[in-house]
């Protein structure tokens, strides 16, 4: 168990962007949130939505206040314990905010499209504008209020553009059926031009499924 | 008869006069048991807690470990010790007293008023001593679904056990889906691992090589093989301790003594402890008992059962699983409660899992852990209010 450990960058308020999975997540459908935290969305969807909702979750305490809720939660890690799942066993494998902290993203990417008939991810977007300009003109790994880590403590190892995303999402033979960009305060942005959201959105979240 | 029963001849009164509930069945019912024979008269020793509710749905089976028994909760009748899960099972405890109604009976093969090797064979008049079939944990389980028909009890709310008393709730789960609405299988695994019959085996070479085991028979022939008993009973001890443990608590210090005394005395604290708790064993267990519930242990393979695929095992259940390890258990490792979660999720079964963070190995079940505490507790009382249990009320004062 590595990778994963304790704080993960929760880039928004929390419940527009779970709110905007949640709304991607069919009633009465089966999901598997990995990295659930405290279960927050599980529950949204479990009364909200009706599902059969089940998590993974690194964290003890996290397990512990899931079990609590009366959720199904596995204390694990997308790295090594999705590998475990059968095919198919679910409706939606939701990845919030930990795609950019997994060792092998693109392995836990395809095994998400294994274990369910769609995917949904949400990241923060390493193209927003903002970290462009620090690069560019600052010289020093990027920080902001919503990825205050240090080069050197930042559980996000494997950071992407939204553009990077979309050429890894075509790479594993998916297809994106929605998309939506975010800005810093979680708010969907209008414009649906993928460089619009590449340049000015925090962060992305997308519903992926297998091209047929 | 002309020889001394059990209970004069050991510690072991409750073998034929129990402090607890007997349930006894008869020729009518008979136990079918795994060694192809029916084991008739059986009669079960067990303790309860709480009350059942009316419409008896709030019932909790609590399985007892290797050498533990049916008291749970209750203090020892032959250590005077307080029960061996008083941290889980009391009032306010996560298996609420006030709220479930706790059954603990001990396990067949036992030798705390359950019928086993030490209970006198009716057929003969003599104690069955090696003559009691092969007894396994399916066995167990079956006696104790006869206990629960005698109860009136349909549907169990809660099988709840660690270690032997994990492979009984996998069981259970196994052979009655139907009957079990939650289960907490706790610090166990799915089939004994060969470095777990290793170490059954040396306790059970230990016990047989004691000139006083007299090939089982030891009971009439007023003798008790003490010495191997208590060597089983310290090498299995080591096992539910895990090194860190073993080193902060003993370490190399030496026992009421300034220097090594250059003979074999229990110069070290840690020899003087394991002494200890062999002598104290022989007290309160019977030695073909322990032959009995290791040889259990060991012909545990759940997935055998059902075509080698442990999932098949738990297929269709729609009982609730909260799967608990240790992480410095090293009897019974994460490892193997994590092959129980991957066949759960792949039958579908709706599981959760902890791994606590301790370093008390794989005794932390029967200990006051924190973390462990919290996770039971917070699954009972979800699986509490699924099945609609009511909460327990405040009573005035």
Known sequence: MAVVKAKRARAIPARVDLLLVADMVEAKSRVLDVGCGDGTLLRLLAEEKGVDARGIELSQRGVNDCVAKGLSVIQGDADTDLADYPDNAFDYVILSQTLQATRQPRTVLEHMLRIGRHAIVSFPNFGHWRIRLQVAFGGRMPMTPNLSCSWYDTPNIHFCTIQDFVALVREIDARIERGVALDRFGAPLAYGEPWIWNFFGEQGVFRLTHKR | ?397
């Open chain 2, 1 to 397: 008869m002309q020889f001394a029963p059990a209970s004069k001849a050991a510690g072991l009164r409750e073998v034929d006069a129990p402090q607890s509930l007997v349930a006894h069945f008869g020729a009518d019912t008979p136990l079918k048991m795994d060694a192809g024979v029916s084991l008739s008269p059986v009669t079960i020793a067990y303790q309860t807690y709480g009350e059942l509710n009316a419409d008896k749905s709030n019932a909790i089976l609590v399985c007892h470990a290797l050498t533990g028994d049916q008291h749970v909760a209750n203090q020892h009748p032959i250590t005077g010790k307080p029960g061996w899960w008083h941290t889980m099972v009391g009032p306010n405890r996560p298996i609420d007293t006030n709220r479930y109604f706790v059954i603990a009976p001990n396990v067949v093969g036992g030798c705390m008023g359950t019928t086993g090797p030490a209970s006198l064979n009716p057929a003969t008049g003599r104690p069955y001593g090696l003559d009691l079939p092969i007894v396994t944990i399916k066995d167990m389980v079956f006696a104790q679904a006869m206990l629960i028909d005698r109860l009136g009890i349909a549907t169990l709310f809660c099988v709840a056990g660690g270690s032997m008393g994990g492979m009984q709730v996998l069981q259970w789960v196994a052979s009655f889906p139907e009957r079990v609405f939650a289960a907490m299988p706790i610090a166990t695994a799915a089939r004994h691992s060969s470095q777990n019959i290793a170490f059954h085996e040396v306790g059970r070479q230990a016990v047989m090589a004691d000139p006083d085991w007299r090939q089982g028979r030891y009971l009439e022939e007023g003798v008790i093989p003490t010495k191997g008993l208590a060597v089983a009973r310290m090498a299995a001890h080591i096992t539910y301790l895990s090194d860190g443990v073993l080193q902060s608590k003993f370490g190399r210090k030496l026992q009421d003594r300034s220097a090594p005394t250059f003979s074999f005395d229990a110069d070290f604290q840690i020899e003087n402890y394991l002494r200890q708790q062999g002598t104290s064993f022989v007290d309160r267990f019977d030695a073909n008992s322990y032959l009995y519930v290791t040889r259990a242990c060991d012909y545990f393979d759940l997935a055998a059962d059902y075509g080698g695929s442990l999932a098949f095992a738990f297929k269709g259940a729609k009982t609730r699983f909260c799967v608990v390890s240790f992480n410095s258990d090293w009897l019974y490792p994460t490892q193997a409660s994590r092959a129980i979660v991957h066949a759960l999720n792949a039958g579908g079964a709706s599981v959760s899992f902890v791994d606590i963070e301790t370093d008390r190995g794989h005794d932390a079940f029967l200990l006051d852990t924190p973390e462990f505490i919290a996770t039971s507790r917070g699954f009972l009382d979800a699986a509490a209010r699924a099945r609609g249990i009511a909460p327990v009320k405040n009573r005035a004062i």
